[in-house]
């Protein structure tokens, strides 16, 4: 898998999708004006953005045309991790940038928002309508006191106004974090209560699975536990009547005050981010104006090829790093996809259903989406339009090798798939795609720009072609500044650079290959590790899960007192399967035969579901720590699971085993 492809890759951009490329025009003025290199095409161009750190972020800014008001005293004071200083001195406004495209009268009535519900049919909000609504509500809100520095909090679905107070937010210098509405109050509580919010924009419920859900009671408990609320404001999504004391959505949006863009230092935060805080309070994870808005320039105007003329739509909610980064499509002048419903409604094909009516020529959606359609059959190229579609893109979890070879099947045979892989904790991707390069099956195309990704083992030494630790060795922008009542900084070096100091260490098991192409495992903290032979969850799943009696499972490598190893897998299985004796045989000759001998699980057990985040990634950790004998209150944190009544079930195994 490691060596060099003496085959054909599964995808290969044709020399006029090379020659358009955004990211190869970049080459050429990043090598006219500032000495990257005009040949050795993308390689040389990553090894030139990393061994020339601060040339390169210089390029980005100058390409983008970021509108500093006052300049920088150099690009990258302090490099040190946690800590390095980037464009120390200068200001600027992440929202004065997102709302640029309304400057030129030629596109000001152009959609850049669609919005989307259950019924798949879009609506679409102007730039200029944009524009107008962040500058009524900006001024609304510095009527109200709020301040650069002060949190403003949404609880709200992925909807148009959603957009706007973000975008409101950071035009005044306030400082925004979501939670999506399918969060319970306790859930949102663990974050909002440690930003100390002074607004609160709210909706009454929200639409999914073709059902309303009414979520008054909830919001009621959030205005009282949140004491510093100064005010809430209330979208009706549902049609009900502001609750006493709080302020209407259209009264707020409704006036024509020109938006006023707060000019803010380049490390003024923007967010707080919250990680799924499955062992505890979820972290509070602060990012920077300026850093995230360079870093998502390059990330969307080169990686993802987005300009004008192109629609972005990732299946994501507020709740989720991806709607953030979706939002930033507006950078580019993109024309953004807001989809507010179920992933699966009516029908698995959904998600296909709104790419073909939108028109989108980005389709971001989880890996885990892309196999519920190959187990139920779906066929997007037959059955939707989707030849505005050039590149699909996944996250959430590595897109197993039958992903790729669905996609390519049956979406298009020149489609360019691109699996991406980064953290909440930047906001963005460590590797993932690259327009100009070839797609091979089961692999991110490359490291990103800027991103100084090694694979190392045990020692910190660099390793090619086998699995390591994936580590950062140089900072990003979009780092988090800090995290939010750390003020020691000890929870943000404990996270990322315990292990290797000076050096982040993600937490995720990768190989990256002689070609530059990089694989992912699964996480490092889970795992499998059977006589010194590693493997990450994620090669057990992809095995597993193309059975088709088994709809999900769940694998943990479990060291036990005696100096053994206990390896259960727990399979989920479809309708209508049953878990005998035939299947389990199924299984290990599955893993025997794709993966290793030796990773064989000693015990496959049927549950009745496997645990996620609320943001949808599989519980492995604290199911560990429940089966070795944690008691579920001090394994997870409650608020941070999907179903938290299926872990009672891993605690009865645990006892049962005792």
């Not at 009696?549 to 190893?565: H, K, N, Q």
Request: glycine share 10%; aromatic share 10%.
């Amino acid at each position: 898998m490691t060596s060099a492809a003496n085959h054909a890759p599964l995808w290969q951009p044709d020399p006029d999708r090379i020659a358009g490329a955004r990211i190869t025009r970049f080459q050429a003025w990043a090598a006219e004006h500032h000495g990257a290199p005009a040949e050795g095409g993308y390689q040389a161009l990553h090894r030139w953005s990393v061994d020339e750190l601060e040339t390169f972020w210089q390029a980005v800014a100058e390409w983008f045309e970021i509108r500093f008001s006052t300049p920088c005293a150099r690009v990258l004071a302090d490099r040190s991790m946690p800590g390095a200083q980037w464009f120390p001195g200068a200001t600027l406004n992440y929202a004065e940038h997102a709302l640029r495209t309304a400057e030129d009268p030629a596109r000001a009535h152009d959609p850049a928002l669609l919005h989307v519900d259950e019924t798949h049919e879009p609506t679409h909000i102007s730039w200029s309508e944009l524009r107008r609504q962040v500058g009524a509500l900006a001024a609304e809100l510095r009527a109200l006191g709020v301040r650069p520095g002060d949190r403003v909090s949404g609880y709200l679905p992925n909807i148009p106004q959603a957009v706007t107070a973000f975008l409101a937010s950071a035009a005044v210098g306030a400082v925004w974090t979501s939670c999506a509405p399918d969060f319970g109050a306790r859930s949102v509580l663990d974050r909002f209560q440690q930003v100390e919010p002074v607004v609160l924009f709210t909706v009454d419920g929200y639409r999914y699975g073709g059902k309303e859900h009414d979520r008054t009671q909830t919001v009621a408990e959030l205005r009282r536990e949140l004491p510093t609320l100064r005010a809430v404001v209330h979208i009706p999504l549902l049609g009900t009547d502001a609750p006493e004391g709080t302020l209407d959505w259209s009264a707020v949006t409704s006036g024509d005050a020109e938006p006023v863009f707060e000019q803010v230092p380049f490390d003024h935060p923007l967010w707080v981010l919250y990680s799924s805080g499955t062992t505890g309070l979820p972290k509070a994870i602060v990012q920077s104006q300026g850093g995230i808005l360079l870093e998502h320039f390059k990330q969307i105007g080169l990686h993802c090829d987005l300009g004008p003329g192109d629609r972005f739509f990732w299946y994501t909610s507020t709740g989720w790093m991806m709607w953030n980064f979706l939002v930033s499509g507006l950078l580019t002048g993109t024309t953004v996809v807001l989809y507010d419903g179920s992933p699966g409604y009516p029908d698995t094909g959904a998600q296909w259903r709104v790419a073909e009516r939108t028109g989108a020529t980005l389709f971001g959606t989880s890996a885990a989406y892309v196999m519920a359609c190959a187990k139920a059959e779906v066929h997007p190229g037959r059955d939707f339009d989707l030849s505005r579609v050039k590149c699909v893109a996944t996250t959430g979890s590595p897109l197993p090798p039958d992903g790729f070879r669905w996609l390519h099947d049956e979406v298009a045979d020149d489609l360019w798939i691109a699996s991406v892989s980064g953290g909440t904790d930047v906001c963005s991707c460590f590797a993932g795609a690259v327009p100009t390069l070839p797609v091979e099956i089961g692999e991110l195309q490359a490291a990103c720009l800027g991103t100084d990704l090694q694979s190392w083992d045990p020692q910190g030494k660099p390793v090619i072609g086998e699995v390591g630790e994936l580590v950062v060795t140089n900072p990003m922008p979009s780092m988090p500044v800090r995290f939010w009542n750390d003020p020691d900084g000890s929870r943000y070096r404990d996270s990322y650079f315990e292990m290797y100091p000076g050096v982040w260490r993600h937490g995720d098991w990768i190989t990256i290959t002689d070609r530059g192409s990089v694989i992912i495992h699964g996480r490092s903290d889970s795992t499998l590790n059977r006589q010194g032979v590693r493997m990450g969850s994620a090669d057990i799943y992809e095995v597993v899960e193309r059975l088709p009696e088994i709809r999900e499972s769940l694998v943990i490598g479990l060291e036990e007192p005696d100096g053994g190893y206990w390896m259960p897998l727990f399979v989920h299985v479809a309708e209508g399967a049953v878990l005998d004796d035939a299947l389990r045989a199924r299984i290990k000759q599955s893993i025997r035969e794709n993966l290793s001998p030796r990773h064989v699980p000693d015990d496959i057990i049927e549950v009745p579901g496997v645990p996620h985040t609320l943001t949808g990634k599989r519980i492995e950790v604290p199911v560990k720590r429940l089966l070795q004998g944690t008691p579920l209150a001090k394994a997870v944190n409650p608020g941070s699971v999907d179903n938290l009544e299926l872990l009672g079930f891993y605690e009865d195994i645990a006892r049962n085993r005792t």
